[in-house]
């Protein structure tokens, strides 16, 4: 199986699907988004910054620059001590410190110099001072350890190598030796993490290598994929096994076809509730759903809500829904279109304001929908009143066979004033 870890590779190049890898440190996710990182710290910073140093690995740099190199390391170092914290892993792939110095101005005796590395980032006081450059292949392995199948590699070379006594305050377990019995992979343990030095290798597998011996660390069962000549092996039943999952995944294929069929079903036929709780262009198009399913056509146009289409009568509605009661101001608006069309056209349309008074409160429950004062406007000017609930009410029983829906359209257009189901014979 997979490794179950979130690993990020930085520096080092990585094909597996489980790993995210970075060009460079300063670059990364948060570091304790991770529950491993394996970092080249040649790859402690950008190239462009890398640049600075160019063959010499100790240089003295100007304010600027020296805070383009410490304020990205900064960062991480606190990072990797809040993913050590949480009981994760850092493995270093040891090579010659890089470290640059800046020395504030004054006279001699008040000058301060400062100094960043490319293992500060390493939340472990001083690494960089036990870091010992020096090229070697011979090593010997002192004790066991997760990585032993990575220091087994043929192609494993050391660059560098750590400084004899170099920690007594922190657990610190010689993994291998060179000819001098210094450490050239050691384990440091940091609060609930650990932090694994480890030799350079060229082996161009070592992201996967590094991967398997991370899961045995963390105690994690890890399998090898099979290779590409497994595919043409076979054993017994494993064709008639293959047939029936085939089968059932194309079982499955159609009844997750026929479930989004009937979802979509159920979409449509529950539609009608938002009428009695939704506002603005959801509330317009459930308007538009219900008369569309009694058989009329209706549309925006222009600036206006809803208009009739394809019937002997204009018809020009505006649609609202409001958490109290609907006054005059919505009246006002159809008014206005109704009037611009009369002018225009020399005919008054029908008007009909639909109104979800009181949204929030149970239908049984509301108010009457509209105030006084729209009722005697729509009585001056033959406006007719339509609660959503009342359209509700009509799409239902449309679909008990207990409607008509040509005399519940002739009702609607007759009606001044509010419009009711009951006092509408339209059955």
């Not at 590094?210 to 092996?233: N, Q, T």
């Amino acid at each position: 199986m997979k490794v179950d870890l979130k690993t990020l590779f930085v520096g080092i190049k990585s094909t597996k699907e489980e790993t995210s890898t970075a060009d460079n440190l300063c670059e990364t996710s948060t570091l304790f988004d991770f529950d491993a990182i394996v970092v080249d710290p040649d790859a402690t910073w950008p190239q462009k910054l890398r640049s600075l140093f160019g063959q010499e690995l100790r240089i003295e740099v100007n304010g600027r620059d020296f805070g383009k190199l410490n304020s990205p390391v900064a960062s991480k170092r606190n990072e990797a001590r809040h993913l050590l914290q949480k009981g994760g892993m850092i493995v270093c792939l040891m090579r010659p410190v890089a470290r640059a110095s800046y020395t504030t101005g004054g006279p001699p005796w008040e000058q301060i110099t400062n100094f960043v590395s490319s293992y500060d980032w390493i939340p472990v006081s001083d690494l960089d001072r036990w870091i010992i450059a020096g090229p070697g292949v011979r090593m010997k392995r002192i004790k066991s350890s997760p990585f032993d199948d990575y220091l087994g590699a043929k192609e494993i070379v050391w660059y560098a190598y750590v400084a004899e006594r170099a920690y007594s305050s922190i657990s610190f377990d010689i993994i291998a030796t060179n000819d001098a019995d210094l450490a050239v992979a050691a384990q440091l343990k940091v609060g609930a993490g650990s932090v694994y030095l480890l030799p350079w290798t060229t082996h161009e597998k070592i992201a996967e290598i590094l991967l398997s011996c991370i899961g045995k660390a963390f105690k994690i069962r890890v399998e090898r994929p099979p290779p590409e000549w497994m595919k043409d092996l076979r054993v017994p039943r494993e064709e008639e096994l293959m047939e029936n999952l085939q089968g059932l995944r194309q079982q499955l294929e159609t009844l997750t076809s026929k479930e989004k069929a009937v979802v979509g079903k159920l979409e449509r036929c529950t539609s009608i509730k938002k009428l009695l709780y939704e506002q603005g262009d959801p509330l317009h198009d459930a308007v538009k759903d219900a008369f569309t399913e009694l058989g009329f056509k209706v549309e925006r146009e222009g600036d206006k809500d809803l208009v009739a289409i394809n019937t002997k009568s204009r018809v020009i509605f505006e649609v609202t829904g409001s958490e109290g009661i609907i006054d005059i101001d919505k009246f006002r608006q159809l008014l206005e279109y109704v009037q611009t069309e009369e002018k225009e056209t020399g005919s008054a349309p029908k008007s009909i304001l639909v109104g979800n008074q009181q949204i929030n409160v149970p239908p049984d429950k509301r108010e009457p929908a509209f105030t006084e004062r729209a009722i005697a406007q729509s009585k001056v000017f033959g406006t007719c009143l339509l609660p959503t609930i009342e359209l509700y009410r009509a799409v239902v029983s449309f679909r008990k066979r207990e409607l008509d829906p040509k005399r519940f359209w002739s009702a609607l257009l007759s009606t001044v004033g509010i419009f009711s189901l009951d006092a509408a014979s339209v059955s």
